[in-house]
C-alpha cells in the first residue's frame, strides 16, 4: 500500500520537532527540506541529526584528520547525506532561508577539515551518496557524480577500456567534487596535465537552488571551478570528464636509497633529470625518516616511478639520462594501468583490484600538510640542512613531484591553477602523529612551520606559492565568518596567482551575498 506525502511528512515533523526542540534555526532548515525536495525522491531517510543512533558514524566516516575529530572540535547541527540533485537544492535553499551556514564535503580530504567544520551554526552537505559514474568510451568521455572517489573512477573506466585512463590523486578515496574543483594533482601530470585540464563539462548548484552545466553557467564560471574551489561558488553534482590514452602496459618502480647509500647525490641529480624527461615518465622524490641498517636514523629518499609503456624502453632511457638512481630490470613491475593505480597508492603489487572500492572508515592519525614549489635546484649544500630538520622531527616525509612536460605547456590563466612553466617541482610536506592531546598537536604544528621556515630559501618568493589542494590555513584564514577582501588577498595570491583576481569577479556574479563561505573561500566585490 503506498503511504501518502502527507502521512510522511506529519510522521517527519514529529521526528525533527523532537531533533530540534533547541535549536529554532535547525528546526525550520529541517521542516522545509521536504516541502523542497521532489517528493518522488524523500530526503527524510538522508537527514542525521545529533539524536540519530548513526550521527556520529556517518560524521566520523569520511574525517581523515583526526585533528578535527575531538571532542571540543564543533560539530554540525545536521548532515543531509543526500541522494538526488532535489536534495541538493533543497538543502541549499533552506539553509539560506533559515540562516544556517553549509560546508560541502564529498571525501573528506580537506586537509584543515573545511568541509566538514565550522565556527558558526552549520550543516553538512554530504556528497558521499552520489557516487554514479557512466562511462561511454566511444566518446572517451565519462560524467562522474561529485560523492565518487577516484578509486572507484578507475575501476569503472578500467571495467570498460584497457587502453584508457585519467589524471588524478594518487590516493584512492578522494572524493572527485572536491579533488577535481582544487586541481587534481598526479602521476600523469607531466603527460597530460591536472584533472582540471581534462574537465568538458560540468553540472552544478548554484545559490538560488539552480542546476547550471558548462552552457547555462557560462565560460567564466565553468573557468573558475576548474581549480578555483568549487565550493566559493556552488555545489558541485558532477563532472563530464575527458578520458586519456594509455598504454595496455605500463611500468613502474620504487627505488629507496639511504643517506648511507648516497641520497643526497641522487636526489640532487633528480632536481636536473626529472623535469626533462620525456613526458611518458614521472619520478617522484619522497624523502623520509627511516632506521638504517645500524638501527640509527637516517633520511630514505623512495624514487617512485611511473612510464607509460614498457621496461625495455625504459631502462635504456634512464641509464642513459639518469644513471645515479641505479635502476635495474628487477626494480621494474609491468602491469595494466589500472593495476598501477593500485601501486601507487602504496599497496603491494599483485593486491586485488577491488581495493579501489574501499571506502574509508573515520580518521586514523593526526597531521598537518604543507605545500611548496621550487623554481630552481637546491644545492647539496642546502638539501644537507633539510635533512636535519627531517631527522629531528622523524615523523614526517616529503614528496618532491616533478613538472615539465604537459605541465609547462598550459598557460598559467588557463584554469585558476597557476602553477605552470617555471616550476621544476612542487612540494607537500607531510608531519604525523598518533598521540591524543592539545599539546602534542602543538608541537607538531610547531615543527611543522620550522620546517617550512627552514625551506625558506630554496621556494618560490612573492608570493610564497601554495597548492589549494593540500589546504594550509597558515597562509592566510578569515576566521571570524566574514570573507575580509584583504585576508583574501593574502591567500589567494599564494594559491591563484594572477587568477585571483578574475575569481573575485566570477564569485560577485554568482553569489554576490556570499552563502558559500568557509575560511579560505573567494571573496565577492
Known amino acids: 500500500m503506498k503511504v501518502p506525502l502527507l502521512a510522511i511528512l506529519c510522521v517527519f515533523s514529529l521526528s525533527i520537532s523532537r531533533a530540534a526542540s533547541d535549536n529554532p534555526f535547525l528546526n525550520d532548515f529541517l521542516q522545509c527540506l521536504p516541502q523542497k525536495s521532489e517528493p518522488t525522491y524523500p530526503i527524510f531517510d538522508a537527514i542525521y541529526t545529533k539524536e540519530n543512533s548513526s550521527f556520529q558514524s556517518v560524521l566520523l566516516g569520511y574525517i581523515r584528520n583526526r585533528r578535527y575529530s575531538t571532542p571540543t572540535t564543533p560539530k554540525p547541527l545536521a548532515i543531509v547525506a ?66 565518487a572517489t577516484t578509486g572507484e573512477l578507475y575501476y569503472e573506466i578500467a571495467n570498460k577500456s584497457k587502453v584508457h585512463g585519467f589524471p588524478a590523486g594518487a590516493c584512492l578515496s578522494l572524493g572527485t567534487g572536491g579533488h577535481f574543483s582544487g586541481g587534481g594533482y598526479g602521476y600523469m601530470m607531466r603527460k597530460y596535465g591536472l584533472s582540471v585540464d581534462n574537465i568538458e563539462d560540468a553540472k552544478v548548484v548554484d545559490v538560488d537552488g539552480i542546476i547550471l552545466d558548462r552552457k547555462s553557467m557560462g565560460e567564466d564560471s565553468f573557468w573558475a571551478i576548474r581549480g578555483g574551489g568549487g565550493a566559493s561558488f556552488g555545489v558541485i553534482l ?98 595494466s594501468w589500472v593495476e598501477s593505480t593500485v601501486f601507487w597508492a602504496d599497496y603491494p603489487v599483485g593486491t586485488p583490484l577491488k581495493v579501489l572500492l574501499d571506502r574509508p572508515k573515520g580518521p586514523t592519525m593526526f597531521f598537518k600538510v604543507k605545500s611548496d614549489y621550487v623554481k630552481e635546484p637546491i644545492s647539496k649544500q642546502g638539501i644537507e640542512p633539510i635533512w636535519q630538520i627531517l631527522l629531528g622531527i622523524e615523523k614526517v616525509w616529503m614528496q618532491w613531484n616533478p613538472y615539465g612536460g604537459r605541465m609547462s605547456e598550459i598557460p598559467e590563466s588557463e584554469t585558476p591553477f597557476p602553477h605552470r612553466a617555471g616550476n621544476i617541482f612542487a612540494i607537500q610536506y607531510w608531519l ?46 578569515n576566521l571570524d565568518n566574514q570573507t575580509g577582501f584583504e585576508t583574501a588577498k593574502v591567500y589567494g595570491s599564494k594559491y591563484f596567482k594572477g587568477n585571483f583576481n578574475k575569481l573575485v569577479l566570477v564569485k560577485t556574479v554568482m553569489d554576490r551575498q556570499n552563502f558559500f563561505r568557509h575560511e579560505q573561500s573567494i571573496p565577492p566585490l
Open 82 to 147: 543526500v541522494k538526488h540533485e532535489s536534495h541538493v537544492i533543497a538543502t541549499v535553499i533552506c539553509a539560506k532561508q533559515h540562516g544556517l551556514q553549509i560546508r560541502i564535503r564529498s571525501g573528506g580530504h580537506d586537509y584543515e577539515g573545511l568541509s566538514y567544520v565550522s565556527h558558526v551554526p552549520f550543516v553538512i552537505l554530504d556528497m558521499f551518496n552520489m557516487r554514479s559514474i557512466e562511462i561511454n568510451v566511444t566518446n572517451e568521455s565519462a560524467w562522474v557524480q561529485a560523492g
Open 238 to 335: 558532477s563532472w563530464k570528464i575527458k578520458l586519456v590514452a594509455v598504454p595496455a602496459q605500463v611500468t613502474v618502480f620504487n627505488v629507496k636509497r639511504t643517506l648511507e647509500q648516497g641520497a643526497t647525490d641522487i636526489i640532487y641529480k633528480w632536481q636536473f633529470v626529472a623535469p626533462k624527461l620525456p613526458q611518458d615518465i614521472f619520478i617522484r622524490a619522497m624523502p623520509q625518516v627511516k632506521n638504517n641498517t645500524e638501527g640509527n636514523k637516517t633520511v630514505e629518499v623512495s624514487f617512485i616511478g611511473h612510464f607509460l609503456g614498457q621496461s625495455g624502453k625504459l631502462l635504456p632511457l634512464m641509464n642513459e639520462r639518469f644513471p645515479e638512481l641505479g635502476l635495474q630490470k628487477k626494480d621494474c613491475f609491468e602491469m
Open 432 to 477: 604525523f602523529w598518533v598521540e591524543q592531546g592539545a599539546d602534542t598537536t602543538n608541537k607538531y604544528i610547531d615543527l611543522s612551520s620550522k620546517l617550512y621556515q627552514g625551506m625558506t630559501p630554496f621556494v618560490s618568493k612573492s608570493p610564497r606559492e601554495a597548492f589549494q589542494n593540500y589546504r594550509d590555513l597558515d597562509i592566510g584564514a
